[in-house]
Every structure is written in structure tokens, then in C-alpha cells.
């Protein structure tokens, strides 16, 4: 047990003092964090590089040494830095690293900053050096001219280490000094988007983008005697004749002369005698708020008339003159009905065409080529080309095979693409039953970066025309998404696991008994979560449930979730999936739709020969999966439209041909193909399948 120690003084005002981490003297709380000096030590860092060091962790309470920092965990991580040299200074004592492992950059706090390091102030506190940072990616463009929405100087649009702008409204552009400027005074009870006043979402991504937001009341809120004036209530009577002979400001206890305030402003007073008030009565209005409620006042009588000059001159201009003679003044629409507009826009928008427009961003002249042993090394090799260094999101995938000689690249691509989300739905990132998977908490995984390349290579699918992932539990998407905006974890998002059968016992007991005895056996899980208390009735359970299941699916996974965002925002689709979460919401969390015979009439167009009228169709779904190289519509869709070309032959031996004489070879293209609907073609089509050939574009 470590001795009492005596009081500790901290010093925050002497200039020579020197981080022991950082090798600084600097003291500003706003970039460094407060600089504390522990005298009986010796000892002087600063907070935010304590923070940040990668080797050390609070293991003491909040108030013991340095805010939970034991002295002699802080002595050991000076150790550790000393042989570690800064990337930027050159100098030892780099106690801050990249928290991607496979990275190497170190590098003292104060040098991250001007590395452009971003230090994320939540969670287990990361840190990422430019390489490896979160971004922020722009969906419209802006407006001109543009002002940072702290200081109101002007900002140049282009997003960077340097300037920022609100997720919400995507109107107000900032400063990273400004607004961490402004975090620092506002801090977390008042920072939020100074354009649409969005809190929670504009509060998470400055997190995330490495903004210090100080759990305490503002700035303004800690001054001392701020609100003196709040406690001094009006002491004046405004009567028109005061009877008092002590003065207007004169107010006794009780009776007559006490002085009774307006109980609409409570900025004017009244002698109870002096406005004929008898001594029960409390309730008085001053001439000023009765004339404005009873709208006698001689202003409102202004505003009025001035509104009915402005009906009939907007009635004159708007009936009796051509449209084209009355200009519109020039305006700034405000951002959040650009917003709303964009919302409404998108309620339209299908996935596919949504997906579509994402598409466009692929290059059909430069390919990346990505080599397949077998199924089953199908994710090995989409891992081994996303980790390639000259790897390009926008580059066609040109897939091959090893076993298959007869290569065709959409076939292979739809292939692989189709492997590739079914083994990717089986990783070790996943957990749940199938078709309703959760994020799983795997360190091995956050330290190989898994998530984000995860989360890349769904992006990478959909928008290159692969399936739709379907495996997704409503709340992982409600996780990632916020949709619906309603959506409460349930105990059928946990699945069947030992963890979901001792919280389901809790959620099903009947009685205190019952309750207490579930608790105890979950003991451990409550206790890792937070949620272990006292329960005094048997209604409270509902309460202690939720907040298991939010900290199990949602809090303990915010750096996976962080990192599987990132992923996702691969060309784009993140913020297009953010713009229209109902429509993508089938996409992501199924059930996936299968090709059937049925689909045919909606799928493709049936185009029949002139010597032959419409028979009787087929079965095709075999034929259709066969064709189409997939047993389910691409979340993007088919392009181009599939067609089906009925022709006939005297030969019953001739099933298919690859090319119609009467059709132009230029109109040939993948999805098409021609069958002999001969009386033979049932038995043909069973027993020669595997000899169709497919007509490609040429």
C-alpha cells in the first residue's frame, strides 16, 4: 500500500520549468494540456503529453499524483522515451507513437502537432500520425466566399490538416486553431456548430478529428462572481406617483409598500399603494408588457401596417407583372435547407442509382489485376492488393483464376466479388448468427488495422457491382448509420451466446428473487460494463438491460466502429450511405433477394424470333444464375440490361449460338444470349448446360 503522500503542489505559471516527456517549457493548456509540477518529486509534465505517451495508462484515481498517473509509472515511461528518437526533432524522449502498429513514426507530443499528428482525446486516447489520419471528405460543394465561422476570416474550401468543417450542416468551415480555441472556452456542455447548433455529431467528429473538448463548464461559467448581477432582483417603483415617503427604491417586508414586480418582464416595480394593489394581491403587469400583450402598443400598430404594405405591394408585383420583371434579390440559401433539400432529394435515389453515380469514379482504361488460387483464397488475395502500396481504389479489377482457362473478366469479377462478402461475413471482425452479425471486439484485429480493410473492401464490392452485403444486424447499422434514429439495442442482436442467455435471464425474471440471482451469475459481465448496482425494484431491470446491451454493442466498440467508418468511406459510399440510410438500409442488412424464375420479367427483356410466337417459358433459374455469373441481383444492378433471344433451327443438336445472323455483331454484349426453343430444348438444356456459351462485347 503506497504511503500517504503530503500535499502535492502543482505550479502553472513558471516559464523555466521543463517537461520531463517533452523536453518543452511551454505553457499553454489550450495545445500541451495543463504543465504540472509534482515539487516533493521533482517532477514537471505536461497533461496532454501524459495522454498521449503510448506506454503508460492511468492505473490511480482521478485525484491521485497526476490525475490517476502514478509517479512511478510516469518515471518508467520517461525511461522508455529516452531511448526512442523523434522523427521531427531528432532528439530522444519520443514517448508518442502511431497507434497502427505496422507504423513506426515517434515523436514528442508538441512535434506531432507540428507533424500534423492527430491526437484523439477519447477512448484509449490514439494517436495517428499524416499517413495514417482520419479525413473528411466533402459531398457538395460550397459556396463562395467562404469564412471561418470562429474568426470570420476568410477560408479556402479544400479540407486538410488545418481546416475542418461541421459533419451536420457542411456550411461552416473552420480554423483547427479557431475551433479548438473555441472548444477550449465553450467546453463539452456549450461547443456545438456555431452555423446549425448540432451538438452530438459535431461534437464526435472534432473528437475524431483530434480536437480537445474539456469535460468542465465553460470558460464563462468558472469566472468568479460572473453572475452577480442575476442575484440582485429590481428594487424600483415605476409608478407614475410614488406615495412612499422613504423614495422609489424603498420596499418593505409585507404590506402597502412592498414593492411587487412585473410578473411578465420583472423589470419594473410597483408599490402595492402606489397601483392600487390590495395587500393579497401579487400578480401585477407593468403599462409596458400589457400593451404588447393586448397589441395596443404603438409599435405593433407599426409592424402591422407595415406588413400590409408589404401583402399588397408583393400582391401588385405578383399578379399584375410578367414573372421575368421581378427579379429576385441576390440571397444566401441557408445551409440547413440545403440540407433538408439534399434529405428530400435522396428519398428518391434508389441504392443502385446512388451506386451508379459512385461508379463513374472507375477508370475502364487503367486495371488492378488480382490473382485467385481457388474460392477459398478469395480474401487472402483482396487483402494482399488493398495492402499493395500503388494500390487504387478507381482502377477496374481484373480477376483471374488460377483453375479456370476459360477466363471472362465479369464473370470472374461478379465471382469473386460474390466469394469475397460471403468470407467476408465469416472473419474474425464478425460475430452473431448469420445474416445478423455484430462488430466483435478482437485486439488482434484493431492492431492489424482489420477493420478499416473490412470495411474497405465492402465499399470496394458494392461500387464495383458485387452483391448486397446482407449480413448485417439492425443495430450495426444503427451504429454506424443512426438509422432509424429511434432504434434501441435488443437482446436478438446479442445472438446465442453464453453472455445473451445470462443477460436474457435477467431480462426474464419475474420476481427480486429471480432477479438478484441472474444479476449475481452476470456478476462479471455488469461489472466490466459499469452496470453493476443496486437494484431496488423489480421495474429497474428494464433500465439495467439497456444499458448492458449499449455498452456491449455500441461504447466498447467506438475504435472498431471508428475504424470500419474509415474503411467505408472508400470512394465515397459512407457519406452517400449517411445521405440515403432508408435506401441502403436493405442493402446492408438483407434479406438478400435471390434470382429466381420469377424475376425474369423484371430482369430482362425477351426478345422472340419472327417465325415464332410466345410459348409457354421455361424454368430458368438455373440458366439465369448461370448466365448471369450470381445467384442474386447486384446491389448496383445489371448493366447493361440483360436480353434473351429465342430462335429456331432445324438441327434439335443446335441449342445456343453465340451470334445471330440477323442481329448486328455490334449489338452483342454480356447478359445477352440466344437459345433454340426447339420442341427438343428441355432435354438439349439439361444435358449440354455446361456447353452454353455466353455472348461477349465485342
Not at 548 to 570: A, D, H, M
Request: hydrophobic fraction near 35%; charge should be neutral.
Amino acid at each position: 500500500m503506497k504511503e500517504e503522500t503530503t500535499e502535492i503542489k502543482q505550479i502553472h505559471d513558471d516559464k523555466d520549468l521543463i517537461c520531463s516527456l517533452c523536453k518543452r517549457c511551454d505553457d499553454n493548456p489550450e495545445k500541451y494540456g495543463e504543465k504540472i509540477t509534482l515539487q516533493q518529486h521533482n517532477l514537471t509534465v505536461h497533461y496532454f503529453c501524459l495522454l498521449m505517451s503510448s506506454g503508460i495508462c492511468q492505473r490511480g484515481e482521478e485525484d491521485e499524483d497526476v490525475h490517476g498517473f502514478l509517479v512511478d509509472d510516469i518515471k518508467k515511461e520517461i525511461r522508455r522515451s529516452s531511448r526512442l528518437r523523434c522523427m521531427k526533432c531528432k532528439k530522444v524522449g519520443a514517448s508518442v507513437g502511431c497507434s497502427i502498429k505496422s507504423c513506426r513514426q515517434m515523436v514528442h507530443m508538441p512535434c506531432g502537432l507540428e507533424q500534423d499528428f492527430i491526437f484523439q482525446f477519447t477512448d484509449l486516447f490514439p494517436s495517428f500520425c499524416k499517413k495514417h489520419a482520419p479525413s473528411q471528405t466533402c459531398v457538395s460543394s460550397p459556396s463562395l466566399p467562404l469564412s471561418c465561422s470562429v474568426c470570420l476570416e476568410p477560408i479556402e474550401p479544400i479540407l486538410s490538416y488545418n481546416v475542418l468543417k461541421c459533419p451536420a450542416c457542411h456550411g461552416s468551415w473552420f480554423h483547427r486553431n479557431c475551433v479548438q480555441h473555441y472548444a477550449h472556452s465553450a467546453a463539452m456542455f456549450f461547443f456545438k456548430c456555431t452555423l446549425c447548433n448540432n451538438k452530438d455529431q459535431f461534437q464526435q467528429e472534432m473528437l475524431r478529428m483530434g480536437i480537445y473538448i474539456p469535460e468542465r463548464d465553460a470558460a464563462w461559467e468558472l469566472e468568479e462572481n460572473a453572475y452577480e448581477d442575476l442575484l440582485q432582483v429590481y428594487q424600483h417603483c415605476d409608478a407614475v406617483k410614488c406615495h412612499s415617503h422613504k423614495g422609489r427604491k424603498y420596499s418593505s417586508q409585507s404590506g402597502y409598500f412592498e414593492i411587487v414586480r412585473c410578473k411578465l418582464c420583472g423589470s419594473r416595480g410597483t408599490h402595492r399603494k402606489c397601483s392600487n394593489l390590495k395587500l393579497y394581491e401579487s400578480d401585477w403587469i407593468c403599462g409596458d408588457c400589457k400593451a404588447a400583450v393586448e397589441g395596443k402598443s404603438e409599435l405593433s400598430e407599426l409592424l402591422c401596417l407595415f406588413c400590409k404594405i408589404i401583402q399588397r405591394i408583393t400582391y401588385i408585383l405578383f399578379f399584375f407583372l410578367p414573372p421575368e420583371s421581378v427579379p429576385l434579390p441576390n440571397h444566401v440559401e441557408s445551409p440547413l435547407a440545403i440540407r433538408q433539400q439534399r434529405k428530400r432529394q435522396c428519398v428518391a435515389a434508389t441504392s443502385p442509382e446512388v451506386l451508379m453515380d459512385l461508379a463513374h469514379q472507375i477508370s475502364q482504361q487503367q486495371s488492378t489485376e488480382v490473382l485467385v488460387e481457388d474460392d477459398d483464397g478469395v480474401l487472402e488475395a483482396a487483402l494482399w492488393v488493398l495492402r499493395q502500396s500503388d494500390f487504387n481504389p478507381c482502377c477496374t479489377l481484373s480477376v483471374k483464376f488460377s483453375q479456370d482457362k476459360h477466363s471472362n473478366n465479369i464473370r470472374s469479377q461478379r465471382r469473386f466479388l460474390r466469394r469475397l462478402v460471403s468470407k467476408l461475413q465469416m472473419s474474425e471482425i464478425f460475430e452473431g448468427p448469420d445474416g445478423s452479425k455484430n462488430l466483435a471486439l478482437n485486439s488482434k484485429a484493431l492492431r492489424d488495422d482489420l477493420y478499416f480493410e473490412v470495411g474497405s473492401l465492402l465499399a470496394l464490392s458494392l461500387v464495383h457491382g458485387g452483391p448486397p452485403v446482407g449480413f448485417f444486424s439492425p443495430a450495426l447499422y444503427h451504429s454506424l448509420f443512426n438509422y432509424p434514429t429511434n432504434y434501441r439495442p435488443t437482446l436478438q442482436d446479442l445472438g446465442d451466446t453464453a453472455f445473451a442467455h445470462k443477460i436474457r435471464q435477467i431480462a426474464e425474471a419475474k420476481s427480486m428473487k429471480e432477479l438478484r440471482m441472474a444479476m449475481q451469475s452476470a456478476s462479471q459481465y455488469l461489472e466490466a460494463a459499469g452496470c453493476w448496482r443496486k437494484i431496488r425494484e423489480l421495474s429497474e431491470k428494464d433500465m439495467l438491460v439497456e444499458d448492458v446491451l449499449n455498452f456491449y454493442l455500441i461504447i466498447r466498440l467506438q475504435l472498431p466502429l471508428q475504424r470500419f467508418r474509415e474503411g467505408l468511406r472508400t470512394l465515397g459510399l459512407f457519406e452517400q450511405v449517411q445521405m440515403c440510410t432508408e435506401a441502403f438500409h436493405s442493402v446492408f442488412c438483407g434479406p438478400v433477394e435471390r434470382l429466381t424464375a420469377e424475376s425474369v420479367m423484371e430482369l430482362f427483356t425477351v426478345r422472340f424470333s419472327e417465325e415464332k410466337e410466345q410459348q409457354e417459358k421455361e424454368n430458368t433459374t438455373d440458366l439465369l444464375t448461370f448466365i448471369t455469373a450470381t445467384d442474386s441481383a447486384p446491389s448496383i444492378g445489371f448493366h447493361p440490361t440483360p436480353s434473351i433471344s429465342f430462335f429456331s433451327s432445324p438441327d434439335p443438336s443446335c441449342l445456343f449460338i453465340s451470334k445471330l445472323e440477323s442481329l448486328n455483331r455490334k449489338e452483342r454484349h454480356f447478359n445477352s444470349f440466344a437459345l433454340n426453343h426447339s420442341a427438343l430444348y428441355g432435354l438439349q438444356l439439361q444435358s449440354n448446360m455446361c456447353s452454353i456459351h455466353v455472348g461477349t462485347q465485342s
